[in-house]
T-cell receptor
């Protein structure tokens, strides 16, 4: 089982739609969680950190469910510019500490 | 605008060449990282420097050699690479390596092609 798992997509949605991405992680000791977005042939950019209480940044809402080891990202009112790959990232705090990246979910927003 | 810069943006090198990738961060961060990313794959960690000391070195071939001259600079020296080393090489930095300050910020990357 992969340490961080995401649906690879692609998710094809029209402008204005609401779309949700899910991610599961296997290491129950994980403590820090992030969503990054990556445009084609560009670097990953931090979208938001994910906190236990959930957090919102404009059209983006992230939720964390520690009991189910599940992270979500909700995008409301999708824009064409939201088209990208969204990477779920988890900090592995034990042993070899590092960020563990999911393989990403591709989003395509069409006019 | 990214506060992590990388040079060069593109690099083509032969298998016998020696070249270096450079990274600089302007955020006062004390941890810096090199990642390798192949197409349609997530980034893979190669090296970590924390407070200018190589704290973890994954099982990366010796043809890759990192160097951290100071807390804001990071180099990756390349020698005798193979075609399968062609990839996007990303530099990142973070405030530290403890839980709570682990948000990493990436530079734009160097796209390396080995011929």
């Amino acid at each position: 089982r992969k340490e961080v798992e995401q649906d690879p997509g692609p998710f094809n949605v029209p402008e204005g739609a609401t779309v949700a991405f899910n991610c599961t992680y296997s290491n129950s000791a994980s403590q820090s969680f992030f969503w990054y977005r990556q445009d084609c042939r560009k670097e990953p950019k931090l979208l938001m950190s994910v906190y236990s209480s959930g957090n919102e940044d404009g059209r983006f809402t992230a939720q964390l469910n520690r009991a189910s080891q599940y992270i979500s990202l909700l995008i409301r009112d999708s824009k064409l510019s939201d088209s990208a790959t969204y990477l779920c990232v988890v900090f592995r705090p034990e042993g070899f500490q590092k960020l563990v990246f999911g393989t990403g979910t591709r989003l395509l927003v069409s006019p | 605008d990214t506060e992590v810069t990388q040079t060069p943006k593109h690099l083509v090198m032969g298998m016998t060449n020696k070249k270096s990738l450079k990274c600089e961060q302007h955020m006062g961060h004390r941890a810096m990282y090199w990642y390798k990313q192949k197409a349609k794959k997530p980034p893979e960690l190669m090296f970590v420097y924390s407070y200018e000391k190589l704290s973890i070195n994954e099982s990366v071939p010796s043809r890759f050699s990192p160097e951290c001259p100071n807390s804001s600079l990071l180099n990756l020296h390349l020698h005798a690479l193979q075609p399968e080393d062609s990839a996007l090489y990303l530099c990142a930095s973070s405030q530290g390596r403890q839980v709570g300050n682990y948000e990493q910020y990436f530079g734009p990357g160097t796209r390396l092609t080995v011929t």
